[in-house]
């Protein structure tokens, strides 16, 4: 059986952009806490859609030289299985948009 995804609608995307800004401690936001109040969504759907599309603080679009550059070296320092650490290192990345790029470039 498969689940058949629906369109995320502007209320669920600004409902979603609040609960972050609620729900992060430390930086870090609590995934499982704000999918609670997102009904009909799962905690991967969520988690994707924001740091895909809805976060302010991640570039979107065509990787720079410099960017290709912070990545290599990040990966070379952190390895290339703690991508939460190599996108501290590639400011305005996240850490799939790292590894994306990473296996995409190899």
């Known amino acids: 059986m498969y689940r058949v995804s629906k369109d995320w609608t502007k209320e ?3 409902r979603l952009i609040a609960l972050v800004k609620v729900m ?3 930086g870090v936001v609590q995934w499982d806490k704000v999918t609670f109040y997102m009904p009909g969504r799962h905690r991967q759907q969520v988690r994707t859609r924001y740091q895909r599309t809805l976060d302010e603080n991640v570039r979107h679009g065509r990787w720079t030289d410099h960017e290709d ?3 290599m070296t990040a990966v070379a320092r952190f390895g290339a299985k703690d991508w939460a650490k190599v996108a501290k290192a590639v400011v305005g990345r996240s850490d799939g948009q790292c ?3 990473f296996v ?3």
């Open 24 to 26: 992060t401690v430390n």
């Open 12 to 14: 669920e995307d600004d």
């Open 99 to 101: 590894r994306e790029r």
């Open 104 to 106: 995409a470039i190899l």
């Open 69 to 71: 550059l912070l990545l």
